[in-house]
């Protein structure tokens, strides 16, 4: 499977952003999906993931409440909505997908990954 994400951006503040990965090549929804991010000089790190069932999401605690992962099945695509920004949320976020239905917080663990997207917000 082949992921592009896109969405990123600059926001002040409390604002908000929309992520999205679109999905091609094999069915999208055999696919347990994860959204990662690497700050500057920082490993990659588990933002929010969705078994390939849908029937369970997770957050990192730093985004609970602020964060919402989702996916279209029909689109081929999943999303991040992302709310109430922080700066310390600046980082390039990446969409990552891996065959199974468990869900992992380790980036090691995903076999496919998108390009990444910068997601930078200001104070």
């Known amino acids: 499977v082949q992921l592009q994400a896109s969405g990123g951006g600059l926001v002040q503040a409390g604002g908000s952003l929309r992520l999205s990965c679109t999905a091609s090549g094999r069915t999208f929804s055999t696919y347990t999906m994860g959204w990662f991010r690497q700050a500057p000089g920082k490993e990659r790190v588990f933002v929010a993931g969705i078994t390939r069932s849908d029937s369970s999401t997770t957050y990192a605690d730093s985004v609970k409440g602020r964060f919402t992962i989702s996916r279209d099945h029909a689109k081929k695509t999943l999303y991040l909505l992302m709310n109430n920004l922080k700066p310390e949320d600046t980082a390039v976020y990446y969409c990552?997908?891996?065959?199974?239905?468990?869900?992992?917080?380790?980036?090691?663990?995903?076999?496919?990954w998108g390009q990444g997207t910068q997601v930078t917000v200001s104070s």
């Open positions: 990552a997908a891996r065959d199974g239905s468990f869900m992992y917080h380790s980036p090691t663990m995903y076999i496919y």
